[in-house]
């Protein structure tokens, strides 16, 4: 009888991992930056770390969470060393043909800190618990439920506005 | 759980949705993986030539840990107060990364952040803010003996302008701001050369330290003349910023701990650019490194870490590592965790044998602890 190959079962592992998370955490990310590109690149960068340690990663609660934090985590290290006192690139200026609805969505969610953004998206994105959520982002609990209702407010808010 | 009203829910995925679909591959990851398994047999064969050239002068010998990282809880204890007057740290403890309201036990509340002020908790036990000037967006301040601060920061002259997000845009400046003990800023000056990135390392009454694509550079603060200290091709990282993670320096050596192998943290000797340690964490399940910081006199190395467990979540530890024989000399565990919330850790030397180090929470809602803490070294 032939054993299974420990290395084996651990590529695909994850890779069924990766098939199934890349995508939305990308998205999560891509939301919460609101920039596309460095979000696509963070995510490369924090899967191939989860990759090499995959090991590990893969006992954690929440692997998606962590990979997400490290995405993050990534985009928002490089970033500060090139952050300057504005808003992300306004959409407007790169006009894409999305619904009506679309475009208040992103308009609104433009809108929120990103702190509020990142929260909202693990929540709603990723579907973590406010546990899951906090660990994810390194907050406590009570800031997950301050900074979800706050964002959640200030989306009603825009949506009550464009009615 | 908090239920979040349906029609919002669907208004975030809608805005997810309308992103494009993620244009990576998991051959990107296997790629990316490749690359940093092949910088670190770079990085390990470099070192194996070294010990093989052990008898060399200056050069230590490279040793793993002569024991497991298990000590006394004698050797950790909660942070007393200390006369501040009577022994001036040889290190400012500063809160790295801390956003928000904090304050110590029984003591007052103090507002830390970006564009606000630097926390720093002194040795008496008292948190106290520096505030920054004239640097927006500062991402390091070192404290100076004087009272003065040394800060960095990363400021954009054309704010209302849209350009593309890069180290080459036009009107970004790297501010480099020294302040004296008045408050005011005796030094403002822009440190950036075109197209590359720059940060602070550490500084003192005269000289900044910075890296910079080409290696780290001993800036001089009166004049704003630079000299190289340490040329890239000397730190073997592949280059120093996305290779490099965490770095300190101090006595005339380097530490620094690679992205691509953090637990892997390599103590080099800057005149001679020649390692002098390699402290391999991974024989006490290194998983990743939180902070590391070189005592004053430059033969310990304090790391902050992470370690595999059993459990589901990664626990944290701090050590106090001899580099000449590559000895745990202290051990603090359970550190940065409280409530299952990670907590940051920041850590700076009293003296050559005593580390104080700091766990609070980063940008919490409300007034967050900070909580001191002590290892002394056998």
């Known amino acids: 009888m032939i054993g299974a190959d420990p290395m084996a079962s651990e590529q695909d592992g994850f890779e069924a991992f990766y098939r199934a998370n890349a995508d939305r955490i990308y998205r999560a990310l891509a939301v919460t930056l609101r920039r596309d590109e460095l979000a696509a690149d963070a995510v490369a960068e924090a899967m191939a770390r989860a ?15 962590w990979v997400f934090r490290v995405a993050l985590n990534w985009a928002t290290s490089w970033w500060r060393k090139v952050r300057r006192e504005r808003p992300p690139a306004d959409d407007s200026a790169h006009p894409h ?50 900074r979800l209702a706050r964002g959640l407010a200030a989306l009603r808010h825009e949506l009550n506005s464009e009615d | 759980m908090e239920r979040i009203p349906q029609d919002l829910a669907e208004m975030v995925r809608a805005a997810a949705r309308s992103a494009p679909g993620y244009p990576g591959d998991l051959a990107d990851v296997h790629r990316r993986a490749g690359r940093r398994r092949n910088r670190q047999a770079a990085v390990s064969a470099a070192a194996v030539l070294v010990v093989l050239a052990g008898g060399g002068a200056g050069v230590a010998a490279w040793r793993a840990p002569a024991a497991p990282p298990e000590l006394p809880a004698a050797t950790a204890e909660p942070a007393p107060t200390v006369d501040p007057v009577a022994t001036p740290p040889a290190q400012a403890l500063i809160l790295d990364d801390a956003a928000g309201r904090y304050h110590v036990p029984g003591g007052a509340e103090v507002e830390i952040g970006r564009d606000r002020q630097a926390g720093e908790l002194r040795p008496d036990g008292v948190l106290v803010g520096h505030p920054v000037v004239g ?17 960095f920061s ?15 845009a036009a009107g970004l400046e790297y501010r480099l701001v020294v302040t004296g003990p008045d408050g005011r800023a005796r030094i403002q000056r822009d440190i950036r050369r075109r197209n590359e990135q720059v940060t602070l390392l550490t500084a003192d009454a005269t000289t900044a330290y910075l890296w910079r694509p080409a290696g780290l550079f001993a ?45 892997l943290p390599l103590v080099i000797d800057v005149a001679t650019g020649r390692p002098v340690s390699r402290i391999p964490l991974g024989k006490s399940d290194c998983f990743a490194v939180n902070r590391i910081r070189l005592s004053p006199d430059g033969t310990m190395l304090a790391v902050a870490y992470q370690y595999k467990s059993t459990g589901r979540t990664l626990p ?37 044998h ?25």
């Open chain 2, 219 to 263: 800036h001089d603060l009166a004049t704003g003349t630079e000299r190289t200290v340490v040329k890239e091709p000397m730190i073997n990282l592949g280059k120093v910023f996305g290779g490099l993670r965490h770095s300190d320096l101090s006595a005339g050596r380097l530490a620094m701990a690679s992205t691509d192998d953090e637990c």
């Open chain 2, 135 to 151: 640097a927006p967006n500062w991402t390091k301040v070192v404290p100076l003996p004087d009272g003065g601060i040394v800060a």
């Open chain 2, 154 to 168: 990363s400021y954009d002259t054309k704010s209302a302008v849209d350009r593309s997000d890069r180290p080459d």
């Open chain 1, 51 to 65: 990759y090499a340690r995959w090991p590990t990663v893969s006992r954690l609660d929440n692997p998606a969470g």
């Open chain 2, 354 to 378: 005593t580390l104080r180090g700091a766990e609070y929470p980063v940008a919490a809602g409300g007034v967050s602890e900070v909580n001191g803490f002590i290892l002394t070294a056998r």
């Open chain 2, 316 to 352: 944290a530890a701090v050590a106090l590592i001899r580099l000449s024989d590559g000895a745990v000399m202290a051990r603090r565990d359970r550190i940065g965790m409280v409530d299952g919330v990670s907590l940051a850790v920041s850590l700076a030397w009293q003296d050559d």
């Open chain 1, 97 to 146: 043909l999305w619904p009506p609805e679309i475009t208040v969505a992103r308009d609104a969610l433009a809108k929120l800190p990103e702190p509020q953004r990142a929260v909202i998206t693990c929540r709603v994105l990723l579907d973590l618990s406010t546990a899951d959520t906090a660990a994810a982002l390194r907050i406590s609990e009570g800031t997950v439920k301050s």
